[in-house]
């Protein structure tokens, strides 16, 4: 019983965030109202027993809202909200077409036959999970694993304006390397360690 | 040493008393250092510093500046303590905690990020350049010292085969992780101090940007953040004692007040190093914490992992 | 609480994510409306999980996969908008027309 009441406070709570997403004109509330959305959706999947992925799906997403606030600040031309103003195209074909989806799918769901459930969760659902993914499951991890690398290069490549020859000049021999934000490592030093920056 | 067990519901009240003690404790310590370094004589006054600073922080009007989002400034300010009461629910006292989750130890983090959300709500919602500077300072520096703090529980996590602190305490009953995983009990103790925005790392709050996110916050508000970072800083050392110094684990003593001493040592040393060292610039750890704490962690933590798989002989 | 409910939340949560991929202009916007169609996907595989096969670990490997997928698509989509932004100064879709004859 009391589930049921956590269950719905937050699948309307999840839904309602997840329209005011849209709606206000701040864009600081927005990010955090995605949060909002993201966090109270997860409570669900902790209802199930899943606490692993529930958790890491809001330690995931709180940082993934920060860091997308600070993008949505950094681009948006209004990012207070303070003169509100229509970022919008084609709304009502929008609308008309995520209302059909909605509606198409809610009546699949509430239609289609599901299969009866087989078996009973694990007593460690966390532990099946590691050892599917370990096991089982491996070329999934695999294939996580390699799609995340790419991101990360493909991340920097895109958006990184300055290479190599810009920071370590033409014959790649300036040390310190000229940076416009210089850190505290000694490049020389780490050079000599790790090898980095040749 | 007694295995951890889950303590009865009314010990989650005793989290929040307890943690506030000991941040009590870690503030009036830092003002009894601060008198030192000016050579100011220590007597009572500056002990209840602290105390007396809570209460006139209370008495204060709040201010705000106009066209400020409440909505988020408030949050945030709220959320700064309410995660480090949170986050320090899984640490157990003695051998009882006040909820033994199965995977404590990523809840743990979980609530710690919330600050990064809190700070940077509490920045800029206070619709000032300098608050806004604070916030986005923290979060530069969230990405530097959130990685080697995540590898270092990531490490903790694979020496005790679980992440339930309980599991972890267990499994530090002949050796303490802090003797084979030294280097992550110091990239532990490094974040501790930057997840609460103090010490080397205060830059969100610093002199140079006039307080930073603390800068158009009084009264309530002020005390909020203000203890907020307090409690963090606790729960943090509270927490470095079932993950790196066995727990409650020591003799004649009992288990809770080996938690206790513990935890106050390792607070005691945090506020040492926050008293000694100067600000360092955001843009400098965040190299130093991508180019040396980052290998470092993973270094210790593969270290970890290939001494766990030759110990349980394979798989 | 069933399988159902589950999924009419998760169809929920999808439109919504759809009706803001489709309708925004500005491309952190759009981002925000694909984030939240992932979390359907997310609350979607957790349900079927538990409801439909709850002894094998497949639905936890798709809820694994849905936050991994996140994490790219911000990735990328944050770095594509960077390139965007430097070569052209603009951060919504419209005018991003290179392509267009």
């Not at chain 2, 290939?306 to 110990?311: D, E, Y």
Request: hydrophobic content about 60%; overall charge neutral; aromatic content about 8%.
């Amino acid at each position: 019983m009391a589930q049921a009441v956590v269950f719905w406070v937050c699948a309307i709570g999840a839904v309602a965030a997840g329209l005011a997403v849209f709606r206000v004109d701040s864009m600081a509330r927005a990010t955090f109202a995605l949060l909002a959305s993201f966090v109270l959706a997860a409570v669900p999947l902790l209802l199930l027993g899943l606490s692993y992925l529930g958790i890491l799906v809001i330690l995931m997403m709180i940082m993934e809202m920060v860091v997308m606030a600070v993008f949505m600040i950094m681009y948006m031309m209004n990012p207070a909200g303070l003169m509100p103003m229509s970022m919008v195209h084609n709304k009502k074909g929008s609308l008309a077409i995520s209302t059909g989806t909605f509606v198409v799918l809610a009546v699949g769901v509430l239609l289609v036959d599901w299969p009866q459930r087989q078996g009973v969760p694990p007593p460690d659902v966390t532990f099946a999970l590691g050892e599917a993914l370990m096991g089982s499951h491996m070329l999934v991890m695999l294939v996580i694993g390699l799609g995340l690398f790419a991101t990360i290069v493909s991340a920097v490549v895109l958006s990184h304006p300055r290479g190599r020859y810009d920071r370590f000049g033409d014959d790649l021999r300036r040390r310190p390397p000229d940076d416009p934000i210089p850190g505290s490592v000694d490049a020389r030093s780490l050079t000599r360690i790790f090898g980095v920056g040749r | 040493m007694n295995a951890v067990s889950q303590g009865p519901t009314w010990t989650v009240l005793l989290v929040p008393v307890l943690l506030g003690v000991l941040a009590l404790c870690g503030a009036a310590f830092a003002r009894v250092l601060d008198a030192r370094a000016d050579g100011r004589g220590i007597s009572g006054g500056v002990l209840a510093a602290p105390l007396a600073e809570s209460g006139r922080l209370l008495l204060q009007q709040r201010r705000a500046v106009v066209a400020s989002d409440r909505l988020l400034a408030r949050t945030g300010v709220v959320l700064v303590p309410v995660a480090a009461v949170l986050a320090a629910l899984v640490v157990p006292l003695g051998d009882r905690t006040a909820s033994d989750l199965s995977i404590g130890i990523v809840w743990f983090n979980a609530m710690e990020v919330v600050t990064w959300a809190a700070l940077w709500m509490a920045g800029w919602g206070s619709n000032s350049v300098w608050g806004l500077l604070g916030g986005y300072r923290f979060v530069v520096q969230g990405l530097s010292y959130e990685l080697p703090h995540m590898f270092a529980l990531i490490t903790v996590a694979t020496g005790a085969g679980s992440l339930r602190v309980s599991d972890a305490v267990a499994a530090q009953e002949s050796l303490w992780f802090v003797v084979w995983m030294p280097v992550a009990f110091v990239a532990f103790l490094l974040s501790a101090l930057a997840l609460s925005f103090s010490g080397p790392f205060d830059t969100a709050t610093g002199r140079d940007i006039v307080g930073g996110v603390l800068a158009e916050y009084s009264g309530v508000d002020r005390l909020l953040l203000v203890a907020g970072r307090w409690l963090m800083l606790s729960a943090a050392a509270a927490m470095s004692v079932p993950l790196f110094l066995g727990g409650s684990g020591g003799p004649l003593l009992p288990g809770w007040l080996w938690t206790l001493v513990k935890a106050v040592a390792v607070l005691g040393l945090l506020v040492w190093v926050r008293s000694r060292t100067a600000t360092l610039r955001m843009d400098r750890f965040a190299e130093f914490g991508w180019l040396v704490l980052i290998p470092l962690t993973l270094l210790q933590a593969l270290v970890v992992a290939v001494v766990v798989v030759g110990m349980t002989g394979g798989m | 609480m069933t399988l159902q409910t589950f999924l009419l939340l998760a169809c929920a949560l999808l439109a919504i994510g759809l009706y803001g991929a489709l309708s925004q202009q500005s491309i952190v916007m759009i981002m925000m409306g694909l984030e939240l169609m992932v979390n359907a996907v997310i609350v979607a595989g957790a349900a079927f999980w538990y409801y439909v096969s709850p002894a094998r670990p497949d639905g936890q490997v798709v809820v694994l996969v849905a936050v991994t997928l996140m994490a790219v698509e911000m990735a990328m989509g944050f770095a594509v908008q960077t390139a965007i932004f430097r070569s052209s100064e603009v951060d919504m879709t419209d005018m991003a027309t290179e392509l267009k004859d």
